[in-house]
């Protein structure tokens, strides 16, 4: 019976219970619309849609810097303990503890300036610690500002902030699975570049959309798979291996090139070294949690889809979503026992990570209903790698710079053409 009310509520609701993961069928009613649109309209909705795209890997950018930044802040305390009389560093100039979340700078065995080599080691827990505590903050950061934004959006519409009676509970679980998913995400961004945050969670969401859809989970319309997905999902793995493979070696290179190499910095030399080989041995660990990354925003929307049908409106359960994030972040930082410290200069566009996450979440709600859920989706998708190959080409907010090569160009396009494939036919 829930599952025949799901699908009685879709006409009304096009990206119920199906946005991102059920995909509507390609002879739809809102698809149909496509034919109808006047071209003007249809030109201006999919660049609209396109920008929207866009946001979600320069958030996630963002989002990267601001944690990095908590990060200095919580590590700052602590350097006197590296040596009397030694001066203070703290990650260095765009040192490695800026690119790396998990401290790797500080957790190596070589020596420091005071000549103490067994130091560093004693501060690992810490400095993990910290890591994750600012990951932690500059989500809730996040999804602070985006809740703000979306509370605005909702009562300037006058949308509804009812729940249907008898909502399964698991529904309300999307804020849980979101926030978990931007914390990873930040913490991995720094290893996978911009392009990969976008790309390897692909691997995850169709793997999870896969067996949603056959299974019917969450509540969701049944679709079993065909040739054509098939050929999709290969296609998909095919291009997300010609753009990951390219650029990690590119990355890598231009660590160790940039390291230290004058006399007395020699040390720092060997440690970037020894990193670089320990990135390159574990980089099928990033490749894993990436598409962890992708499991669960696969879940989370399918379970936003569900309460979106019991609201009524995909900004309403935006909102509800995005305060159970905000809440469970909050919860999880008192856990952490971390209080946020006073942040040196730094960029003011760091703090729009969380308006740019509510853009996506209303530029996608409000372009499925005129062009399609699915449609709309490979649109965002298009802007969404379009925007992560800048980042990582030009190296912008303060990432690393990995040129945009044939291998990457050809993988976005197989990218995009697979996952058309896997959703409309």
């Not at 989500?139 to 009562?155: E, W």
């Not at 049944?222 to 997300?240: D, E, H, K, Q, Y």
């Amino acid at each position: 019976m829930a599952r025949s009310g799901v699908a009685l509520g879709y006409p009304r609701s096009p990206t119920a219970g199906r946005a991102f993961l059920v995909r509507p069928e390609i002879r739809s009613p809102e698809t149909a619309r496509l034919t109808r649109k006047d071209p003007e309209a249809m030109i201006a909705i999919i660049i609209f849609t396109i920008a929207a795209g866009c946001a979600l890997p320069v958030q996630t950018a963002m989002n990267s810097r601001l944690r990095a930044a908590f990060s200095r802040a919580d590590r700052a305390p602590a350097t006197p303990h590296v040596g009397a009389g030694a001066p203070a560093q703290v990650g260095g100039p765009t040192s490695p503890g800026e690119s790396t979340p998990s401290g790797a700078a500080v957790l190596s065995d070589a020596p420091t300036r005071s000549g103490q080599v067994g130091e560093p080691s004693a501060r690992r827990p810490s400095t993990r610690r910290t890591a994750l505590q600012a990951a932690v903050g500059a989500a809730l950061v996040a999804f602070i500002i985006g809740s703000l934004t979306l509370a605005l959006i909702a009562l300037a519409r006058g949308l509804p902030l009812t729940v249907a009676p008898h909502t399964p509970l698991w529904a309300f679980s999307g804020g849980l699975l979101g926030a978990t998913a931007l914390v990873a995400l930040i913490l991995l961004f720094p290893h996978i570049g911009a392009t990969g945050s976008v790309i390897l969670p692909l691997i995850g969401k169709i793997a999870a959309g896969v067996l949603i859809d056959s299974q019917g989970w969450f509540e969701s319309l049944v679709r079993t798979m065909s040739l054509p997905r098939l050929l999709g999902v290969i296609a998909v793995l095919l291009g997300i291996y010609l753009a990951i493979a390219a650029p990690a070696g590119g990355r890598r290179r231009s660590e160790t090139a940039s390291a230290p190499t004058r006399g007395a910095e020699s040390a720092h030399t060997r440690e970037a070294t020894a990193r670089t080989r320990t990135r390159s041995a574990i980089a099928p660990v990033y490749l894993l949690l990436g598409a962890g990354v992708g499991v669960l925003s696969a879940v989370q929307t399918a379970v936003n889809g569900r309460l979106t049908v019991a609201m009524g409106s995909s900004i309403s359960s935006g909102l509800i979503s995005y305060s159970t994030s905000t809440v469970f972040l909050l919860l999880l930082l008192i856990a952490l026992r971390w209080r946020p410290r006073r942040i040196a200069l730094a960029p003011w566009w760091m703090w729009l990570g969380g308006p740019l996450g509510a853009a996506f979440v209303v530029g996608l709600a409000s372009a499925a209903p005129e062009i399609g859920t699915g449609p709309a989706i490979l649109v965002a998708l298009c802007g969404q790698i379009t925007a992560s190959a800048a980042i990582d080409h030009f190296g912008w907010f303060g990432t690393h710079s990995s040129p945009l090569t044939a291998e990457k160009l050809c993988g976005a396009v197989l990218v995009a053409a697979g996952m058309w494939a896997y959703s409309l036919l």
